[in-house]
């Protein structure tokens, strides 16, 4: 009887060792990999930005050479006849190549448009990260201010999805006219406890997109646009760090959207524009 009893005992021990050895290995490949599960790169070829430059003949194609050698390359349209326009910063969606914006640009009025991809992605050198994303986004703001045709007074910046970190942090670290935010969360680790809710998000995160901790010290208005189809950011994240924001605050919900189809509805241009207009 006692010999039964030590062979169930070791091989229930050996049992729940290979569930803490396999689970331990689950969350270092977690911790390891977890790049490959928030930056989705989308390539772009020279061939196609040549052909891009083709169609679109006023646009101007734009290189920004970082601090650590890295070049950043996208584009500016100019929308604007005064011989200083203002200016939006257009921070994409983790699997965005953002020349597909380009179309867009005329929607904005008189604003022009700055449309430069994150590392890795489209003809941008280097591998993206949160540091890298938020220091990229001081060095693309700081070259557009120093021109000489950009209204460095009027500078907005939009983002959409994980681009709405990266807009947070730039509008918390320089001055910015307005902020306007597509599908907006409060912080990447709370979005991923919904998502893994039996792991310890906050131990694996590294790039973490704390958006509600910058939130409070921005005073620029805020435009958040939101579609309650949106499973992929649900809606409750986005009004947290509607909530937290330190200055003036607008909401418009894009009824019958999804994350991917919210900028599809003319609703959400007029939005757009109409808050585009109070400065």
Known sequence: MEDGIKVLFFSAARIAGGVVLGLSVLLFLLFLLQEKLIFFPQPLTENEAVRIAGLYPDIEEIRIKTKDGITLRGWFVRNSALPQSPLIIYFGGNAEEVSYKIPEADRYGGW???????????????????KNLYNDALEIYDYFTKRKDIDAERITVKGRSIGTGVAVYLARMRPVTAVILISPFDSLASLGKGIYPYLPVNLLLRHRFDSASMAPKISAPLLAVIAPGDDIIPRRHSEKLVEKWGGPTSIKIIENRDHNSVSESEEYWRSIREFLERF
């Open 112 to 130: 022009s448009l700055a449309l430069i991809n994150y590392r890795g992605y489209g003809l941008s050198d280097g591998k993206p990260g949160e």
